[in-house]
């Protein structure tokens, strides 16, 4: 599972970061996935090796602009450099109204169809050959949520022993019980894959939250899971100042969380813009990963536009651009 | 007056040119007035030299999406940094609906207000103390304007000889003049700002021309103008192959249109993508200036993302930073 950064300032763009967005596939970069939409997301994916042609499913945290306004112009350019497949966009119903609002007072078109799905609903679940995903509802100004992405289809193992056991010679079947498909032998007998092979290993997960003040909400969804991407817009001393009105977390208190639920990997991202990354300058994006490294043990990283990061089948996590 | 380019590319931004924008001011940066806001407006402003706290008036020639998808995240943006001014914004009613539908769906309040002024309306004029700002409607596939913007309070020179002549002495009274006020003096004489002054040159003259398949529509509002800025989104021969559905002009028909008016400068913008500029690449954007070139003997420019150009008192016109 591959995810790079599109986006990692909060609020307003830098001239170093773009509002929120995050690019994630399953293997290689088609199909692929956009959680979170800013402005500038399509500039940003012209720097990128996303193509809009092969993106599947757009999914929204919460309605804010700074997740959501890039939206417009991502689907009116998907148009038109030709993209006919249709496009699942999982949001708030709200960020639907902005999307159709938008189109229609600027009479756009589409040559594709929108399937806009509610993030909100109860027991939400999309799904389709490369992930299961689900979502937690976070604590923020509006509504919020967390995409829990469970990668499915894990290649297949046969039981040859328990193959010849029973007789069942080499041949095409072996095959299809390795894809997972139960077969009928000529003489009959239906034969279960799940009888006959097994999975190697365990479904990778990753949590994708939007803005979110309390990251314990986050406590069962972490059980089973490799790497939490999670927001980190203050360092603890100048979240204190601001109050508790935006409803951000610091680097402190997701790094505690993470560490309390045994979370192995850590990505923290969206940055307020007040911390600079040029050596030297104050406040420095360097005293929040500071903060963070004071509570948490595991892998942390801070994320940077651009940066690419990979969670292997052996569960370890990765950035493949330092 | 200096206007910079923050976006030259028609309808999808490339790495090199945003979607169109384009920041003008009477002298210096502040105030400043924008004309249409492509989405990534306000991540060329972080690059260029005008701040939005300064920004006066939007301007906006037509709906499409290229023009007028940055605006959300211009304004809202605007209002994080704390700006309180009201904001002019002077576009057709579809953009108002989609500003209002935008912040309304996002869960955004700014800090100023904004005054919808409709671009559409019969004899619109604006005008403060930098310009008088009239407009021209176009030939596009929804209603379009071209923005003429006309420079306000030239100053003035005293007529001197006359002023002794009637014997009026030096003091504050000879200052309001000069500033365009009428003084009525200790004797009750009533003093005509215009009797006692004149302008040494005529008022410079901007044409900011939107989307547009018939220059010629440009003709009287030509007369009296020193620059128009105006799309050449193809090459004769593209535009030839692409029909007339889009609605755009060619650099030659703008060309000719520009000789036959005999305007002393234009500037062509708004250029199809498929225009590279890489030496040697093909299509090239050289062959847009060729064939302006071969049909238009006053000043030529074609514009790249972030050219400032000045149009001078002496009504010459040059770009300041090839």
Same mark, same amino acid.
């Given at each position: 599972?591959?995810?790079?950064?599109?986006?990692?300032?909060?609020?307003?763009?830098?001239?170093?970061?773009?509002?929120?967005?995050?690019?994630?596939?399953?293997?290689?970069? %088609?199909?692929?996935?956009?959680?979170?939409? &800013?402005?500038?997301?399509?500039?940003?994916?012209?720097?990128?090796?996303?193509?809009?042609?092969?993106?599947?499913?757009?999914?929204?945290?919460?309605?804010?602009?700074?997740?959501?306004?890039?939206?417009?112009?991502?689907?009116?350019?998907?148009?038109?450099?030709?993209?006919?497949?249709?496009?699942?966009?999982?949001?708030?119903?709200?960020?639907?109204?902005?999307?159709?609002?938008?189109?229609?007072?600027?009479?756009?078109?589409?040559?594709?169809?929108?399937?806009?799905?509610?993030?909100?609903?109860?027991?939400?679940?999309?799904?389709?050959?490369?992930?299961? $995903?689900?979502?937690?509802?976070?604590?923020?100004?509006?509504?919020?949520?967390?995409?829990?992405?469970?990668?499915?289809?894990?290649?297949?193992?046969?039981?040859?022993?328990?193959?010849?056991?029973? &007789?069942?010679?080499?041949?095409? &079947?072996? &095959?299809?019980?390795?894809?997972?498909?139960?077969?009928?032998?000529?003489?009959?007998?239906?034969?279960?894959?799940?009888?006959?092979?097994?999975?190697?290993?365990?479904?990778?997960?990753?949590?994708?939250?939007?803005?979110?003040?309390?990251?314990?909400?986050?406590?069962?969804?972490?059980?089973?899971?490799?790497?939490?991407?999670?927001?980190?817009?203050?360092?603890?001393?100048?979240?204190?100042?601001?109050?508790?009105?935006?409803?951000?977390?610091?680097?402190?208190?997701?790094?505690?969380?993470?560490?309390?639920?045994?979370?192995?990997?850590? $990505?923290?991202?969206?940055?307020?813009?007040?911390?600079?990354?040029?050596?030297?300058?104050?406040?420095?994006?360097?005293?929040?990963?500071?903060?963070?490294?004071?509570?948490?043990?595991?892998?942390?990283?801070?994320?940077?536009?651009?940066?690419?990061?990979?969670?292997? %089948?052996?569960?370890?996590?990765?950035?493949?651009?330092?």
């Amino acid at each position: 599972m591959d995810f790079t950064f599109l986006g990692t300032s909060a609020g307003t763009p830098t001239r170093s970061r773009n509002v929120t967005a995050l690019a994630l596939s399953h293997s290689g970069q %088609k199909p692929w996935y956009l959680v979170d939409c &800013g402005e500038g997301t399509q500039h940003q994916l012209l720097r990128a090796h996303y193509s809009v042609m092969q993106l599947r499913a757009i999914f929204i945290t919460h309605i804010h602009g700074d997740h959501t306004f890039g939206l417009p112009g991502l689907l009116t350019s998907a148009s038109m450099l030709g993209r006919t497949e249709p496009l699942d966009i999982i949001a708030p119903v709200q960020t639907h109204h902005f999307i159709t609002a938008t189109l229609e007072n600027s009479d756009s078109s589409l040559g594709y169809a929108l399937n806009f799905i509610d993030s909100e609903a109860p027991d939400f679940c999309w799904q389709n050959q490369d992930f299961r $995903v689900t979502n937690v509802a976070l604590s923020h100004r509006v509504p919020c949520r967390a995409y829990v992405f469970t990668e499915r289809n894990i290649e297949r193992q046969l039981l040859q022993d328990k193959l010849n056991e029973d &007789g069942i010679e080499p041949g095409p &079947g072996w &095959g299809e019980l390795q894809k997972g498909n139960d077969v009928t032998l000529e003489d009959g007998r239906r034969l279960r894959s799940d009888d006959y092979t097994q999975t190697p290993r365990v479904a990778r997960r990753l949590i994708v939250a939007g803005d979110n003040d309390d990251p314990t909400l986050l406590t069962d969804a972490c059980k089973g899971s490799h790497a939490l991407i999670h927001e980190a817009t203050y360092t603890q001393d100048v979240a204190d100042r601001v109050g508790p009105w935006p409803q951000h977390s610091s680097a402190e208190q997701v790094a505690r969380f993470a560490q309390q639920a045994q979370l192995p990997g850590l $990505v923290l991202t969206h940055f307020s813009s007040r911390y600079q990354s040029a050596p030297g300058s104050t406040p420095n994006i360097n005293q929040l990963a500071a903060e963070a490294m004071q509570h948490y043990k595991g892998q942390l990283f801070l994320a940077r536009d651009f940066d690419t990061y990979r969670l292997e %089948k052996d569960l370890s996590l990765m950035c493949l651009t330092t």
